[in-house]
């Protein structure tokens, strides 16, 4: 880990609570390097797997993609969709949650939306993908709504030509702090469900294709 020039004034504010940290991992951190694949291996799916989205769940790992900590404590709840929906391939869904500083200090969180796809035979499907992220400040006690849009692009799977389609089956999604695979406590995650009906569409087809989108 290199912080740079700077990382010991960061680190010393920090320690002493004159700055309430607020960064996110930006890779995994696994607990033994054993379990690491091979240096010369870059199969995102081989051995134990390569990078959150493959990751292999008998692997240990010691901190999460997406992990941090803050002098903060950020509560989740409110999550719309409140009960599980359906819709079909094309169509996008909003999801919002409300997020809540009832922490001591004021600060800021890094709220994520990851996704879940379904499982396809004789597919290779990542286990979860962070499909967007937002930062927010909050004062103490004070909430915030977020909202997330779930585009056809984000409930699509690359099949083995490089094709994206959407198939149909039960996705799950997440909105909090982090990964629901790295739970601190059960109130900085909420998790809800969806189904897609209908039939295995290719993404090109629905109009609104593209990695963002509007709902």
């Given at each position: ?41 870059y ?24 992990d ?54 004789g ?32 409930m ?33 995650v ?26």
């Amino acid at each position: 880990f290199y912080a740079g020039q700077s990382g010991s004034q960061a680190i010393i504010e920090t320690i002493f609570g004159w700055n309430n940290p607020s960064g996110r991992l930006p890779y995994t951190v696994n607990d033994l390097s054993s379990e690491l694949p091979n240096f010369t291996d870059y199969h995102l799916t081989s051995k134990t797997g390569r990078t959150y989205r493959y990751l292999s769940y008998s692997t240990t790992v010691q901190h999460h993609f997406g992990d941090g900590l803050s002098y903060s404590d950020f509560n989740y709840t409110n999550l719309k969709p409140a009960s599980k929906v359906s819709i079909s391939p094309c169509d996008s869904l909003n999801v919002t949650a409300t997020v809540i500083n009832e922490g001591p200090v004021a600060g800021d969180e890094v709220v994520q939306h990851y996704i879940a796809n379904p499982l396809v035979d004789g597919l290779i499907v990542p286990q979860v993908n962070l499909m967007g992220f937002r930062r927010i400040h909050l004062d103490v006690g004070k909430s915030q709504d977020v909202t997330f849009c779930m585009c056809p692009y984000s409930m699509s799977t690359v099949d083995n030509k490089g094709i994206r389609h959407i198939y149909p089956g039960t996705y799950a999604y997440t909105v909090g702090g982090h990964q629901a695979a790295g739970y601190i406590s059960m109130h900085d995650v909420i998790e809800n469900y969806f189904e897609v009906n209908g039939a295995v569409t290719p993404l090109q087809s629905c109009k609104n294709n593209q990695i963002t989108c509007s709902c």
